[in-house]
């Protein structure tokens, strides 16, 4: 059975690493597809709505057409047809500057008939609203779920706790807007720059719509600046942009606007959850009845989590989809966890506070996963959770502190579907190639780690080509945190097959049998007799002419799913100004074999943060008079900046010798945690997020009266 | 945005001269740019002319004497904020230039650019949406979305001024100085401010062909201790829900005269004289405080969305008092 | 001529189209076509005497002559200008990510002072010393606050990561000892998504401590 060997033994897996692109990063040189700079390239923009939902009456390109540096104009929409969200596209340009693209969509003429809209829940909820799509009443059938018996389980509870919990719709924000640079060669063969998470998906796509060969498309993703989920396909922008790059015959680059990626790059769907949930005396979970939505945009679904990492026997769910006339949800960073980790840990604290119980007792009593007590126990540990307000609120002062916890579970065990070369050559440089691509998770880094693990080299002796499907080593998209687990073992396969190779045609030289030779650090030796060695360069020059370049293969044993985590908040509420400040995050995160503790640990960094983001700033803000997005911008639309960042023990929770992907898990308990914590300083709940100084001083003033 | 004509100023006549006939918008004048060109590539503004007024010689420095100070209006905000003799004797206005976006915005951004900028509110920044102070005929945040807008002063227009630094000049008695066609005039600050009553469209008495060339802030008595607080939501480079820039001539606990003005609530920087009155020849203390920030928000008119900054201004005035005696 | 009469020239379709949204969200909508475009924006822009201008721009040490529009910013110089001899200036490490000085990617230093390229015009970047990031490192020697974000991972997909550089450098040019709190105020104008911070405040401290 193939292993990762004890931690003992290992020189460079389990350690910390800076990551291989580190210096081109920090000098500037780190080419993103936005910074691709083609010979003759044109820059394409593309005309979108700026309403919610109307019909296309007339269009008509030719005064953009006339514009001197335009070099072609294109339609994505047609008169007459319904446009249906803001940002829908309507047409292309092309041209000799972004600035001349940019005249050239002012000078489109377009005329739309508005038409009825919704763009929220709630209009689209209510009674009269114009249905929108083919949903009666703007709803999705319900999705219902029941286990057990649900009255009998209300019976034997001792309290009950009704609530309704919101989280609105996040949008990703990935700082480079997604986009691409196309460039033909002839009508033959397609090179494509894409700023995505799957460059074989993108390539694949690309091969169907422009009805090319696969392998006469190349798709080249060498960095790119964040997908979280929303960049797996070209795209209409991607689409757009080959077509533009065939028509002129020159490269295009067309990037998304930071409004356009607001609107219609995906986002995390909203959530409405009204449940009622009963425990008994003892401190059981025993009855859970919920009845939620949420919208995904007008076309697309909701979903979440519900009951969620605790135990319930009895239960009933019942979700739907609401359409709304907004740009499409996309898969986003754990989807649809932390919006219900956020109703479950909020739901478990009220109902603790009823039993009169201790909230980590109470999740203790009905948490099944042996992982997470011991995760409880650490954390609980570190916050110091003895400092927590046993009654709520009851803090003196202006700022009052308190503390919570959240948990969540993800999966991350990787699949099949990786392929990877590892080439050892006769000068002594090693190559190991694969087609994922680092979204900057670093796996990139991993990839080098794992293969010098294997040959007894540094990292940085390692070349590792990803982000490219040129060399027919495909990968999957790097999205459920599943790209280091995937490609893990296969790397590692593939490395321990070039090291058998070499060891064959160094075994000569040592005279010993093939399988009594091993690696030291730059040297091969025979293990019976430790004196006979030879450096990696005096091994490999015995290739001569040849190289070695061996394939790896899928390894069951190699990777593990099921990643638990657990996090602990402390918090400081200025009462008078309604601030909420995060003083500290415990991130307790269950991640497997971390390859880069140091990779491991940013990643459950930027987790924590993207959920304290979700947690305290961001939302997709809709106006229902004009059906726009108001903060489609990063000034109103607010991400997490220093100010907001707490002290972050992130705590790599290695339990066995696995690898599982941790990009997503982090995000999930933070809401949790920092909403509880939030309820313990102040000793009123918020259930709506984000938890902005409106609702906290909104919520004290409704106490106090 | 647009492509314009760019002018590099060279004295203060050639600008009122080529500003003159142009009425607004055709023609404008710029400094550091870190608002103006948020608005062209909006398309808020398509100004035919810019005018550079970086190139004006000598307006970018901080004077002296005991009187005051005197400010060029090419002052950057970065360089208020870090003055010494700011910090230490008009420690309001260094507060309120420290607090202003961020340090890239502060290096660039000027006094007068800052006293002059235009409202945040997401409808007006909207080119598609033509709101009343466009031309249109409706404040949308009336029936709309207001989290961020007026609670005092609005009708008919309900954006908050968005300065920092103008708070706190009001708050210690400023002056500035206006160079138009006719020459130069000297008003109050406060008296600079005006309200959407008055003109919906501008958030100040600035002829179309007039520019601020320097504010003058009087040396405040001994004895006076001021603040500027600011609560946002985000840390940086967030504008205020509300800000409160408070000045106090203090004896002991005593305060003996208190000025206060708030931002972020209303259309202009907004003069609490009722607070100043609780406040001003007594003893400052928690109940003194509370009373002032009540009278401060007596006559708020929140929209839908806003009350929690009738709570907020209360809380800042009082906060900012008692901070006269900690 | 009034803000109004202004807006009327331009507007009316427009206004028209919004004055027909109403108030209710569901209201029975009947609006009458509106133009999304049709403004004359490039009309205005040629045959202006300064509305184009040939310039001379010192980034990174070297003089760039480049001919430019008024609205050019320098962000666009530095990443897609093409100089007068028909070379590409392509310093891409600057950013455009928000595009309105609201992030921090391009930030860049204009006489040792850290700014916005997105948020400066190419003409008012004349007579100043620019450093970009492709600037900061002394050859192949790095910045000790480059060392410092490759020794503490403080980068992950690195979009946002020379903004930051460029701003910890000028931070520590004027405060050699910063403390956390001086630390996050000095690049409170920079955004990063991946949610780097604690390993970037970590760089920053090991960069004081070598400066």
Known sequence: MASWGEASQSRLIGKRITRLSGKDKVTGKAKYTYDINRPGMLYARILRSEVARAEVIALDLTPAEELPGVKAVIELTQVGNQLRYQGQEIAAVAAETDDIAKDALRLIHVELEELPFVVTEDDALAEGAPEIRDWTGNKSDPNVDERGDLEAGFEEAAVIVEAKYHTPVQTHVCLETHGNVAEWRGEEYLTFWASTQAVFGVRNDLARTFDLPANQVRVITEHMGGGFGSKFGPGVEGHTAARLSKMTGKPVKLMLTRRAEHLVAGNRPSMTQHVKAGATSDGRLIAYDMQGYGTGGIGSGAGFTGPYVYSVENSRTERFNVATNAGNQRAMRAPGHPQGAFAMDSLMDELAEKLGMNPLEFRRLNDSSEVRQAQYTLGAQEIGWHKRNTVPGSGTGIKKRGLGVGSGQWGGGGGRGTQARVTINADGTVEAVTGTQDIGTGVRTAIAIIVAEELGLQPTDISVTVGDSEPGLPSGGSGGSQTTPSVAPVIKTAAEAAKQKLFEHVAPLLQAPVDDLRVGIGTIYVASDRTKTVTWKQATGQLGMESISEGGNWDEDLRQGGVAGTQFAEVEVDTQTGHVGVIKIVAVQDCGLAINRLATESQINGGVIMGLGQTLLEERIMDPQTGRMLNANLEDYKVPGTYEIPEIKAIVFDTHRKVSGVGEPPCIPTLGAIANAVYNAIGVRIRELPITPDKVLTALAEKKA | MDNFSYVNATDLEQVTSLLSDSGWGEVMVVAGGTDLLGELKEYIETPKTLINLKSLPGMDSISMNTTGITIGALTTVADIANHPTIQQRYTVLAQAASSVATPQIRNVGTLGGNLCQRPRCWYYRDETVNCLKKGGDTCYAVDGLSKYHAILGGDPVFIVHPSDIAPALIALGASLKIVGPEGEKTMKVEEFFTLPAANPFRENVLQPNEIVVEVHVPQPKQGTKSFYLKAREKGAPDFALASVAGVFEMMGQTCQNANIVLGGVAPAPWRSTEAENILSGKVINESVSNNAGAAAVKDAQPLNDNAYKVTLTQNLISRTAMMAVS | ?211
């Open chain 3, 1 to 211: 001529m009034s803000d109004k009469e202004k807006k009327q020239g331009t507007e009316i379709s427009r206004r028209s189209f919004i004055k027909g949204v109403g108030t209710g969200t569901v209201a029975a909508t009947v609006v009458p076509t509106i133009l999304v475009g049709d403004q004359n924006t490039a009309e205005a822009q040629t045959d202006e005497a300064t509305s184009t201008a040939v310039i001379q721009l010192n980034i990174n040490g070297k003089v760039h002559e480049i001919e430019v529009e008024s609205r050019t910013t320098l962000l666009t110089v530095l990443r897609d200008g093409i100089d007068t001899n028909g070379n590409n200036v392509d310093l891409t490490g600057a950013k455009l990510i928000c595009d309105k000085g609201e992030c921090g990617g391009c930030t860049i230093l204009a006489d040792d002072k850290p700014v916005y390229a997105c948020m400066m015009l190419a003409m008012d970047a004349q007579g100043k010393q620019i450093t970009t990031v492709e600037g900061i490192a002394d050859g192949d020697d790095l910045h000790p606050v480059q060392e410092a974000f490759i020794k503490h991972d403080a980068m992950m997909c690195g979009f946002c990561t020379p903004g930051f550089v460029v701003s910890s450098v000028a931070l520590l040019n004027e405060n050699k000892k910063p403390t956390l709190e001086e630390i996050k105020d000095g690049l409170s104008g920079n955004t990063c998504r991946c949610g780097t911070y604690p390993f970037i405040f970590d760089a920053v401290e090991t960069a004081s401590e070598k400066m």
